[in-house]
């Protein structure tokens, strides 16, 4: 075993969008296209009633207050089913219900369409799009879906999504030696372990997170660190342990300091094992992917 794997698992023992541009506004009219079927307003039951509050509170879960707030709400009721494809979203039903004004809900609508959740058009109005439309890469679509009726989908194909990704990253990470990043990504290491020991899920989580963002950066190709945010949003949902680094222990700390000596070294294939490993250690992972080999 590594001297930094010891050393952590010693440590283990002692003890957190686009707004509308120029004349975007108009695309959500308040006034009803004529083709709009007004029949049968969405289910508004499962909505947050003090929503249309929380101006006189606190700012949104994203620092976007009301705005961020609106798009929170309705993407997670669009990802959920509970606005379905079958019913218009009537910008003035939303404001009213929600007691926001016709700005924040058009704002929400033009972010809202930029994710390929909905979409408008004259004399249509707008609705919602097919999942097949979602851009489902979106960080706030991964975690609506996460927390969604398709949790466990979301779960296993942000699974075998990283399989795709860090294992490679973690190979083309050893052939850059960054010394200031490699050094960062070993104070994550050691900062995972003492979160541990004091029982902070919390720091550990920001730690790991961080961890998985540098080695992508680290790889030094640009497609695959336009990727990061997805791992990073991974790692952020919840809903059952999919992968090590959703259930830290020994061993979780034990592969990401093989990983650090392994980038140190200039050893590509071990650092890549080591990644796999990591991302293998529930038996629903290794349903989906396969076995890691040892080089």
């Known amino acids: 075993m590594s001297t930094l794997a010891h050393t952590m698992m010693n440590a283990a023992r002692s003890a957190d969008?686009?707004?509308?541009?120029?004349?975007?506004?108009?695309?959500?009219?308040?006034?009803?296209?004529?083709?709009?079927?007004?029949?049968?307003?969405?289910?508004?039951?499962?909505?947050?009633?003090?929503?249309?509050?929380?101006?006189?509170?606190?700012?949104?879960?994203?620092?976007?207050?009301?705005?961020?707030?609106?798009?929170?709400?309705?993407?997670?009721?669009?990802?959920?089913?509970?606005?379905?494809?079958?019913?218009?979203?009537?910008?003035?039903?939303?404001?009213?219900?929600?007691?926001?004004?016709?700005?924040?809900?058009?704002?929400?609508?033009?972010?809202?369409?930029?994710?390929?959740?909905?979409?408008?058009?004259?004399?249509?109005g707008t609705r919602v799009r097919p999942v097949s439309d979602w851009n489902l890469l979106d960080p706030d679509i991964i975690e609506w879906r996460a927390f969604g009726p398709q949790r466990d989908d979301?779960?296993?194909?942000?699974?075998?999504?990283?399989?795709?990704?860090?294992?490679?990253?973690?190979?083309?990470?050893?052939?850059?030696?960054r010394d200031d990043v490699q050094q960062r990504l070993g104070d994550m290491v050691e900062l995972m372990g003492h979160a541990m020991a004091q029982g902070d899920a919390l720091t550990f989580s920001r730690a790991d997170a961080e961890f998985h963002s540098l080695l992508i950066q680290l790889a030094g190709n640009r497609m695959l660190e336009h990727l990061s945010g997805i791992v990073s949003a991974a790692l952020q949902v919840s809903g059952g342990p999919v992968t090590g680094c959703d259930r830290p222990n020994e061993s979780t700390l034990v592969h990401h300091a093989r990983i650090v000596d392994a980038l140190a070294a200039g050893d590509g294939g071990a650092a890549e094992a080591a990644m796999r490993q990591l991302l293998t250690v529930h038996p629903e992972v290794e349903r989906v992917v396969p076995a890691p080999r040892e080089h």
């Open 154 to 177: 979301q779960r296993r194909e942000l699974s075998e999504l990283r399989w795709t990704i860090e294992p490679l990253a973690a190979r083309l990470a050893a052939g850059h030696g």
């Open 17 to 124: 969008s686009g707004l509308a541009g120029p004349g975007e506004l108009d695309r959500y009219p308040y006034a009803e296209h004529p083709g709009v079927d007004r029949v049968g307003f969405p289910s508004w039951d499962g909505a947050d009633p003090e929503l249309g509050r929380v101006g006189r509170r606190a700012a949104g879960s994203r620092g976007r207050g009301l705005h961020g707030q609106l798009v929170q709400q309705l993407g997670q009721m669009i990802v959920s089913g509970d606005l379905g494809a079958d019913r218009p979203l009537v910008p003035e039903e939303i404001g009213q219900r929600f007691e926001v004004s016709r700005t924040v809900v058009r704002e929400s609508l033009r972010v809202l369409e930029a994710k390929g959740l909905v979409s408008a058009r004259p004399n249509v």
